[in-house]
């Protein structure tokens, strides 16, 4: 491993750790400081990731249902966010699996999901 490769994953791992305390310390529900959803706030309407913010405070202080209340795609797609990690890291080991997470079939299915979700939680005030 390079140096180069070394220090992007210390500084990357650090900025998980204080973006996990953060978040942990913080309920972004009562903090003023935490950036409010844009397209909620001038449409009225949930983005696909509404409440992610929320809903990261909750599972990282153990209330899995009440991260799910507030965002029930991001703890359904958490492990494969960490697949895509895992990927990542280890492209060059293992090129066949990380060409397989960013297949076109998995790029459009996850995107047919996302829309799903996005008009499933404002049709149905999910």
Excluded at 46 to 62: D, E, F, I, N
Excluded at 100 to 121: E, G, H, K, P, Q
């Amino acid at each position: 491993m390079t140096r180069r490769r070394v220090t992007q994953l210390v500084v990357g791992l650090a900025a998980l750790v204080v973006a996990a305390v953060v978040y942990f310390t913080f309920d972004p529900s009562h903090s003023a400081w935490f950036p409010k959803c844009p397209f909620l706030v001038l449409t009225g309407y949930k983005c696909p990731g509404c409440g992610s913010q929320r809903a990261v405070h909750a599972l990282l202080t153990g209330n899995l249902a009440t991260a799910w209340h507030y965002n029930a795609l991001l703890v359904v797609a958490l492990p494969f966010i960490a697949l895509l990690l895992a990927g990542l890291a280890m492209r060059r080991r293992y090129p066949r699996f990380d060409a397989a997470l960013n297949s076109l079939w998995v790029i459009w299915t996850v995107l047919v999901v996302i829309i799903a979700w996005w008009l499933a939680r404002n049709i149905m005030g999910w």
